[in-house]
């Protein structure tokens, strides 16, 4: 017997576009149409008895819709895994371990707050609050909030673009921010900072 531990196809309707996009990004030669119709007749052809084939979840929603069709196509010839977005999978051991140590309320409330900043892009419900007097530069607040150990560290992480006041890249951290506003350093680092 024969078992090939490692096949990839998908369900007929997008096994085409799956193909030629696994060839352009990843410059695979396709070997069947990615189709399991397909992945048969490769088996019937090669001596294969039987296949193991690995679904790929690209995006976390996909996740449930890929795992159903692997349970659709088993078969004593097909052997299909599940499918695991890493993403998704993270998000649930996080939850279980604030669950077991605090609460099932902490763990959705946490994981919503992760889903908002770093999934949707948008800012934390708790964000430390920063008062700076008229004139400051971003710089200075930068450091009175220890969001950068030194200067040269705040100008790397501008240089690459990890320095935002209200969702817009900043690119001078000489400049004077008037009024209230959002400051995210890096991906983790939020305030809100105003005048005194």
């Known amino acids: 017997m024969i078992i090939d531990f490692h096949t990839h196809a998908f369900a007929d309707k997008i096994a085409e576009a799956a193909m030629r996009s696994l060839h ?3 410059g695979l030669r396709p070997y069947t149409d990615g189709t399991v119709s397909g992945l048969r007749a490769s088996m019937q052809e090669n001596g294969i008895d039987i296949s193991v084939v690995l679904p790929i979840a690209t995006k976390p929603e996909q996740q449930r819709i890929i795992n159903d069709w692997a349970a659709f196509i088993r078969a004593a010839d097909i052997i299909p895994f599940g499918s695991v977005h890493p993403m998704e999978a993270k998000k649930n051991l996080a939850e279980e371990i604030i669950t077991r140590f605090h609460s099932a ?24 609050e920063y008062k700076y007097q008229k004139g400051t530069a971003l710089m200075d607040i930068i450091l009175g909030l220890e969001f950068s150990p030194s200067r040269n560290e705040a100008k790397r ?3 690459q673009g990890g320095v935002y006041l209200d969702g ?3 690119s001078d951290l000489m400049v004077t921010p008037a009024g209230e506003a959002v400051l995210r350093v890096g991906k983790r680092k939020f305030a809100k900072i105003s005048e005194r």
């Open 168 to 170: 817009e890249k900043v």
């Open 24 to 26: 352009k990004s990843a």
């Open 157 to 159: 992480l501008c240089q």
């Open 105 to 128: 309320a902490e763990a959705r409330q946490a994981r919503e707050n992760f889903e908002r900043v770093f999934s949707r892009r948008e800012n934390p419900e708790d964000m430390t």
